[in-house]
């Protein structure tokens, strides 16, 4: 309920709004309950088995209780409807940002088209106080159902395999906005988490000048980067300027820029990369991405190597 966008900003209009009318429905009908309770109560010296007085049909009533609720419905349909189409068709502000996110069980793939940058879990967007930086987002699934949900930015919208959905967002100010995943999509369904990083747009621009350059370590070759790459790790993961370019998992070319490991599940320090690395299914048991039972040198080395993709 503390919306910093304009599609959020209406959706909670209309939520105030829904809540104020099913409140008032509310108290009407307890209002009604608790007074015939008291009205109709057993009073003293009445007789325990009498039943009260039966009422049939009056078509009055009849017809005022099927007509109110059918004008509260209608005007709910009508108000609703016109938030929504007002959501979806608002063309957004010139100059947006445009992001491709592709759900997977269970992290999110995120792609800057016009910058060349693939990321994940960790959507960089720029935010100005009157909502005029807006970015554009194309939402893909690469296997099941997954929906994006950003609470204080923008509502629910589906990922669908074989289907593009789009949405938008214009964050009024700086901060980090958490999400997650809001269609159940499997084991890790709840540890698909989201994060938003709103920046100014000079603080956007540099994050997004340094995911384009290749992996601080791409140029150099070290016993860590020869060990990794000779490991399967290279089939499911990407590092620019290496011969890592798995599309499987998410890429790792900047991996140690981002808060997280795991779509959210632990934070990104050395230790817990190592236990990551270790045994993903320790951290988040079910996932795709298996342990390759290291040795404790693979996995220094290993680690040490992850620690320096800046
Ligand atoms: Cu993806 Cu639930």
């Avoid at 893909?140 to 938008?168: C, Y």
């Avoid at 601080?216 to 860590?224: D, E, R």
């Avoid at 996932?287 to 996995?299: A, I, N």
Wanted: glycine fraction near 6%; charge should be neutral; hydrophobic fraction near 45%.
């Amino acid at each position: 309920m503390k919306p910093l966008a304009s599609p959020a900003e209406a959706e909670k209009n209309i939520a105030l709004f829904s809540f104020a009318i099913t409140g008032v429905i509310f108290v009407v009908v307890a209002g009604l309950i608790f007074f015939t309770l008291w009205k109709f109560r057993r009073k003293k010296g009445e007789d325990e088995l009498r039943e009260p007085a039966q009422v049939y049909g009056s078509n009055q009533i009849e017809v005022a209780w099927t007509i109110i609720p059918l004008l509260i419905v209608f005007i709910l349909i009508g108000v609703t409807a016109r938030v929504i189409a007002g959501v979806e068709n608002a063309s957004p502000p010139k100059d947006v940002t445009k992001i491709t996110i592709i759900g997977h069980q269970w992290w999110w793939e995120v792609k800057y088209p016009d910058y060349d940058i693939v990321t994940a879990n960790e959507i960089h967007v720029p935010a100005l106080p009157d909502g005029k930086a807006a970015s554009y987002l194309r939402l893909e699934s690469a296997d099941v159902i997954h929906s994006f949900w950003l609470p204080q930015l923008s509502g629910k919208t589906d990922l669908i395999p074989n289907r593009d959905n789009f949405m938008w967002i214009n964050p009024k100010e700086p901060g980090v906005y958490f999400g997650n995943c809001a269609e159940y999509c499997g084991t890790q369904h709840a540890n698909m988490l989201l994060r938003v990083v709103a920046q100014t747009p000079e603080d956007f621009k540099k994050w997004a000048s340094e995911q384009q350059q290749n992996a601080v370590s791409a140029a150099a070759m070290t016993p860590q980067r020869a060990e990794f790459e000779s490991l399967s790790c290279v089939n499911c993961h990407a590092i620019k300027g290496t011969v890592a370019i798995g599309k499987f998992g998410p890429d790792l070319t900047h991996l140690m820029s981002r808060q997280t490991l795991g779509a959210g599940v632990i934070d990104n320090t050395p230790a817990n990369m190592r236990i990551w690395v270790n045994n993903p299914q320790d951290p988040k048991p079910g996932c795709f991405m298996p342990s390759l039972k290291l040795t404790d040198t693979e996995l220094t080395q290993v680690v040490d190597y992850l620690g320096s993709l800046k």
